[in-house]
């Protein structure tokens, strides 16, 4: 999967994705957690528990945790349940593929 995520766009695809489902309490203003979803580089570098996105290894990016539901700390996000399952992959060939900011 990860020579497929090459393909996959921050700009198109997962910024989009960050804003609908995270920036409503992860923004430069509310910053929950610690984490800012407003841009790449605080998506990159902020968090209470960063780094949030480690990339190449979607396992260990509690991004990836938090939707999948498979983290240690802290609730499944968004809250009120899992995100769809293709926004879910979306995320998570991402950061497999490297987290490129492309």
Same mark, same amino acid.
């Given at each position: !999967? !990860? !020579? &497929?995520?090459?393909?996959? !766009?921050?700009? #198109?695809?997962?910024?989009?994705?960050?804003?609908?489902?995270?920036?409503?309490?992860?923004? &430069?203003? /509310?910053?929950? *957690? *610690?984490?800012?979803? +407003?841009?790449?580089?605080?998506? =990159? /570098? /902020?968090?209470?528990? +960063?780094? $949030?996105? $480690?990339? *190449?290894?979607?396992? @260990? +990016?509690?991004?990836? #945790?938090?939707?999948? @539901? /498979? #983290?240690?700390? @802290?609730?499944?996000?968004?809250?009120? *349940?899992? =995100?769809?399952?293709?926004?879910?992959?979306?995320?998570?060939?991402?950061?497999?593929? @490297?987290?490129?900011?492309?």
């Amino acid at each position: !999967a !990860a !020579a &497929e995520a090459a393909w996959i !766009a921050i700009a #198109q695809q997962i910024a989009p994705l960050l804003e609908d489902r995270c920036s409503y309490c992860h923004n &430069e203003k /509310t910053i929950l *957690g *610690g984490w800012d979803a +407003s841009t790449y580089d605080t998506v =990159m /570098t /902020t968090g209470t528990h +960063s780094p $949030v996105v $480690v990339p *190449g290894d979607a396992r @260990g +990016s509690l991004l990836a #945790q938090k939707v999948f @539901g /498979t #983290q240690l700390e @802290g609730d499944v996000m968004p809250p009120g *349940g899992l =995100m769809p399952e293709d926004e879910i992959l979306l995320i998570l060939d991402w950061i497999a593929g @490297g987290a490129p900011n492309n």
